[in-house]
């Protein structure tokens, strides 16, 4: 759960939704690969000032929900989870390699959002975390995030 972050000049409670497409929409994401990457973003909020409140995968595309401070930007955000999770994932899971060609697991674009603390928290963290589950596909090929 997020709480308020509190440093010398100021106090924060910043929360993020972000989906991070894998390189050519493949689907990399299984048990093992979901595994390296939950362990990889503990490691990552320990050593950022970043607090990963909820991640959700389905198959081609991630969802996270995460809590961060004023100083880092969310591209800065982005670009550190994406960067060192990919090294991880590639170097403990060869088999991710074989479905990609070039290097990258993720797609160059993402989407990012702010999420409210007092209105949606909990109905993005519940979105994130049913991601891949037959429930949460409202409609065909279409995420619907609030109903």
């Not at 010398?8 to 595994?35: E, T």
């Not at 990963?52 to 996270?64: K, L, Q, R, S």
């Not at 209105?119 to 090929?141: A, F, H, M, P, T």
Request: hydrophobic share 35%.
């Amino acid at each position: 759960m997020s709480q308020y972050i509190h440093k010398s000049h100021n106090v924060s409670i910043l929360l993020y939704h972000y989906v991070c497409p894998a390189k050519y929409r493949r689907v990399i994401f299984d048990d093992s690969v979901d595994k390296i990457l939950i362990q990889t973003c503990k490691e990552i909020g320990k050593r950022y000032e970043i607090n990963i409140v909820e991640i959700g995968t389905d198959g081609d595309h991630v969802h996270f929900l995460i809590q961060s401070i004023p100083m880092l930007a969310p591209t800065t955000i982005a670009k550190i989870i994406k960067s060192i999770t990919a090294r991880e994932i590639y170097r403990l899971c060869p088999q991710v390699k074989k479905k990609l060609w070039g290097g990258n697991i993720w797609s160059a674009g993402y989407f990012v959002s702010t999420v409210g603390k007092n209105g949606n928290e909990e109905q993005i963290k519940n979105y994130v975390r049913g991601q891949g589950k037959e429930y949460s596909r409202l409609y065909k090929g279409q995420l619907k995030l609030f109903e």
